[in-house]
Structures are given as structure tokens and as C-alpha cells.
């Protein structure tokens, strides 16, 4: 059998519907947007209709999405735009080290919520943060990166509300596998990937409420974006066509929260000292991060040549001490979680493959 990547979290393979639709603004229709004439003005309507697609499937206006070269990115234009800000200490790495930079650079005010055992945030710990410190803007990711845990956004939106503070989520992983509504939800603004949801690597998506309230964070020129310079028209036709299909596949998600059971019924019924990180009341329908005890995470996702599978969050795989988020949720064992994300092209067939040969590995570390 081929490789297994259970790795989607990290990136997604992208669709070939997707791919399809991106390849004439390579070489055909290939103008750029801003210009006047007839090349141009056929890419900015491809660009147009990106935004349309995008606003779709997160039910806002298009007129206030704007294009970025990826999350990482909108997350930081949001943020360099407040002098108080409170999170979370299980943020996605784009949020934290900005908000460190930004301490450092702005002197901003920055305050943390600390998130519980199961990875959920606690309405009434929020509320008191809220009031006392008056944040001007509360920034939460929608669905966590690593614990897929889905945080009560109508619930945090209503409180942010009530003490008009301005809310902003990081719903990269969220888009497409759960339901958002910016206006029900009442988010300000909203920032999401394309390589994520099968689209391009290289752009992101932000939404914003009322853009007067944000600065670009290059200059240069008028691109109907904070990040001036030529807009990339392929990679924008790529994150709006895959907006489009993870809202035609909206009922994958069951078959894909089926499989991800599935494996864990096998791996939890065959390895013994294993247990879930976070909840699976609210989970990711991909997501499936477990400790398996006495094993390190990085020991068993390089002996599993055939299956991929991550230790944490890409963005750190580069560090050798254990994720912040695991940390946050206080495991007993932080080297030990194993992040587990499966995909639109996941089968049944490579579930019962992966979880043979992680219970093999596993067994062989352990033995050892």
C-alpha cells in the first residue's frame, strides 16, 4: 500500500477540481486584476467571484472578505491593529509570537485565558477576564489545530458583545467541517488558509466587519487587500473553488468522523495506557489526538515510514519540547500525544492499514 497521510491538519493534498480551475490563470487568462483593460478585467471578475465563494461558506458579505498571502498573515493584520488584546494560551503559533512581538515593539496589553483540562474555555472565566480587563479585542481560534477541540463561538461572541470587545478567530480548521455564521456568531473578524481545505499553499482569506478599523501592513498600492502587490489570481481562484466544494461535501465530514471512530475503537481496544487528549463532545470530525503512554510522538511518527502522523502543530515542529497546547490541557505525559488528522480522501481500507502498523510500532518501542 501507498502512503498513509493522516497529516491534514498540517496540509491537505489539493483537489483536482481545484487545481483544474486554477490552471487558465497561469498562462490564459493571466492579466493582472488591476489593470483596465479586457485581461485585467476578466481576472479581477475571477477574483471577485473567489470572494463570493469564500463569503459563502462562512454566510458574510463579500465585500468584506479580502485576500492575504496566507492565515498566518491575516491573523497578523488583525492583531497589529489593538492595544489590548486578550487570548488564549492554546493559540495557533501566528497568534502568540505576534502577540509577544507586539508587547515587546507596541507595549501592547496582553492578557491570557487559560484554557481547561479538556481543552474548552470556561464562559464564566472569560466573563470575569472581560470585565475586569476590558480587552479590545479577544482573539480565539475557532477549532484548535492540534486537540480539535470547537470552541462555543455563539456563546463567546455573545459575551464579547456584551462588553464591546471585538471578537477575532483564527478558523483555518474550522471552515467546512463545522457550520459559522459571522453575523449569528458575531465575529469581527475571521481568518482561514487555502491549503487547508484542498486549495493552494500560499493564500489566506480574511474577513472583517468594518475594515476602517484595520491597517495594511504593507503599502504600495490599492489591491483591495491590507497586503498590497500584485494579487495572486490562480492561488484566489483556488481557495474560492475549494470554499465551493467543502460546501457541496458538507456531508463528508460524517463519513470522515466515522473512520476517525473507527481507528481509535481499534487502537484504544489493542494498546493499553492510551487515552484522548481534549473532548469528543466538540471535536473536529478529522481530529484524533491521543497519548499513548511510554511512547514519544516524535519516536513513533519516524518509525511509521508508511503513515503519517505528527507529534503537533507543523508550525513547531522544529521545537524539541512538547506542544504548548498539550501542555496547556496539563498531560502527564506531553511527549507522548500524537496528532492524528484525516482527510476527504481518507478510505477505510488505509484506517485499518495505519492503525496495524501504529500498533506494531508502537509495540516495538515498547518492547525495547
Not at 505528527?310 to 522544529?318: H, L, N, Y
Not at 502527564?332 to 495505519?354: K, N, Q
Request: charged content about 20%; aromatic content about 6%.
Amino acid at each position: 500500500m501507498k502512503k498513509v497521510y493522516l497529516d491534514h491538519h498540517a496540509t491537505s493534498p489539493i483537489d483536482e477540481d481545484v487545481l483544474k480551475a486554477m490552471m487558465p490563470f497561469f498562462n490564459q487568462t493571466f492579466g493582472n486584476p488591476a489593470s483596465l483593460h479586457i485581461m485585467g478585467e476578466d481576472a479581477k471578475e475571477a477574483v471577485e467571484h473567489a470572494r463570493e465563494q469564500v463569503a459563502e461558506i462562512i454566510n458574510a458579505q463579500a465585500d468584506n472578505v479580502f485576500f492575504t498571502n496566507s492565515a498566518t498573515e491575516a491573523n497578523n493584520i488583525v492583531l497589529n491593529c489593538f492595544d489590548s488584546i486578550l487570548t488564549t494560551n492554546s493559540e495557533h503559533s501566528s497568534i502568540i509570537e505576534c502577540i509577544k512581538h507586539l508587547k515587546k515593539t507596541k507595549h501592547i496589553k496582553a492578557y491570557t485565558l487559560k484554557i481547561e483540562k479538556d481543552g474548552t474555555i470556561d464562559i464564566l472565566k472569560l466573563r470575569r477576564l472581560l470585565s475586569s480587563n476590558r480587552p479590545e479585542l479577544f482573539s480565539v481560534i475557532f477549532a484548535n489545530n492540534e486537540i480539535g477541540t470547537i470552541h462555543n463561538i455563539y456563546d463567546i461572541g455573545e459575551l464579547c458583545a456584551k462588553y464591546k470587545v471585538l471578537l477575532h478567530t483564527d478558523a483555518t480548521q474550522a471552515v467546512g467541517k463545522t457550520d459559522i455564521n459571522v453575523d449569528e456568531m458575531n465575529i469581527f473578524a475571521l481568518t482561514m488558509s487555502g491549503h487547508k481545505i484542498y486549495g493552494p499553499k500560499g493564500v489566506g482569506a480574511l474577513y472583517v466587519r468594518n475594515p476602517n478599523q484595520l491597517d495594511p501592513i504593507i503599502y504600495g498600492g490599492f489591491q483591495n487587500t491590507f497586503s498590497s502587490g500584485t494579487q495572486n489570481v490562480p492561488a484566489i481562484v483556488g481557495i474560492g473553488e475549494a470554499c465551493e466544494i467543502m460546501i457541496k461535501n458538507k456531508s463528508e465530514n460524517n463519513r470522515i468522523e466515522s473512520l476517525r471512530n473507527y481507528l481509535w475503537e481499534i487502537l484504544s481496544s489493542e494498546l493499553d495506557d492510551i487515552f484522548i487528549n481534549g473532548t469528543m463532545k466538540n471535536r473536529l470530525p478529522n481530529n484524533l489526538n491521543i497519548t499513548i503512554v511510554g511512547v514519544q510522538a516524535k519516536v513513533l511518527a519516524m518509525g511509521l515510514d508508511d503513515v503519517i502522523v505528527s507529534g503537533g502543530s507543523a508550525c513547531q515542529s522544529g521545537l524539541t519540547k512538547p506542544s504548548h497546547v498539550i501542555r496547556a490541557i496539563k498531560s502527564p505525559h506531553p511527549d507522548c500525544a500524537v496528532r492524528i488528522s484525516l482527510g476527504r480522501f481518507t478510505t477505510e481500507e488505509e484506517i485499518r492499514y495505519a492503525a496495524k502498523r501504529i500498533i506494531e510500532t508502537v509495540n516495538a518501542i515498547r518492547s525495547k
